[in-house]
T-cell receptor, first 114, second 116 residues
Framework: KNQVEQSPQSLIILEGKNCTLQ??????????LRWYKQDTGRGPVSLTI?????NTKSNGRYTATLDADTKQSSLHITASQLSDSASYIC?????????????FGTGTKLQVIP | EAGVAQSPRYKIIEKRQSVAFWCNPI?????LYWYQQILGQGPKLLIQ????????DSQLPKDRFSAERLKGVDSTLKIQPAKLEDSAVYLC??????????????FGPGTRLLVL
């Protein structure tokens, strides 16, 4: 069964600090891994996407890493801002029967405090 | 470019009542997804359409949930009858294709359902 596990479940950090969120997956066959940001009351928005051959992808202050051998990914947020407060969801995709199938993690809820 | 539209944004019903949600995907997007997101959890796929055909509905509780995508554009998700555990946010997403390269899912704002 395809699964995506994230840690920690929740995190509180001070504004300006860095943090790292973790994602472990057992999805096969692997196609790509995305990190989404979901603000309260809104739908998820894609931050980064990485395929099997990519091990790092940056989007501003967000840097995602992927180790396809250990099936782990991390999302590093640099110099956090209050607007980074949100849930961050790791999503792993596979292709089956010609169609993309996605498996969502449960998310990490990040709160940035002044 | 207009995003994914959903309505209503909020709905409160009593258990055993029926409810329907509507989704209008981004123009030209062939794939449409309905997700159920219970508070504190990640989204769970209910059904995936490719144009007007169903690709995956393995996690759709078919005894009470139904969905259709007429003409491969708009979609409706219905719950009949609703149970207390159906209280959740129902997210609709669309993506342009599902072939051999990854594509991004674009999510609507969701419909927040409360069953009393």
């Amino acid at each position: 069964k395809n699964q995506v596990e994230q840690s920690p479940q929740s995190l509180i950090i001070l504004e300006g600090k860095n943090c790292t969120l973790q994602c472990n997956y057992t999805v096969s066959p692997f196609s790509n891994l995305r990190w989404y940001k979901q603000d309260t009351g809104r739908g998820p928005v894609s931050l980064t996407i990485m395929t099997f051959s990519e091990n790092t992808k940056s989007n501003g202050r967000y840097t995602a890493t992927l180790d396809a051998d250990t099936k782990q990914s991390s999302l590093h947020i640099t110099a956090s801002q209050l607007s980074d407060s949100a849930s961050y969801i790791c999503v792993v995709s596979s292709f089956s029967g010609g169609y993309q199938k996605v498996t969502f993690g449960t998310g990490t809820k990040l709160q940035v405090i002044p | 470019e207009a995003g994914v539209a959903q309505s209503p944004r909020y709905k409160i019903i009593e258990k055993r009542q029926s409810v329907a949600f509507w989704c209008n995907p981004i123009s030209g997007h062939a794939t449409l997804y309905w997700y159920q997101q219970i508070l504190g959890q990640g989204p769970k796929l209910l059904i995936q359409f490719q144009n007007n055909g169903v690709v995956d509905d393995s996690q759709l509780p078919k005894d009470r949930f139904s969905a259709e995508r007429l003409k491969g554009v708009d979609s409706t998700l219905k719950i009949q009858p609703a149970k207390l555990e159906d209280s959740a946010v129902y997210l609709c997403a669309s993506s342009p294709r599902t072939y051999d390269r990854p594509e991004t899912q674009y999510f609507g704002p969701g419909t927040r359902l409360l069953v009393l």
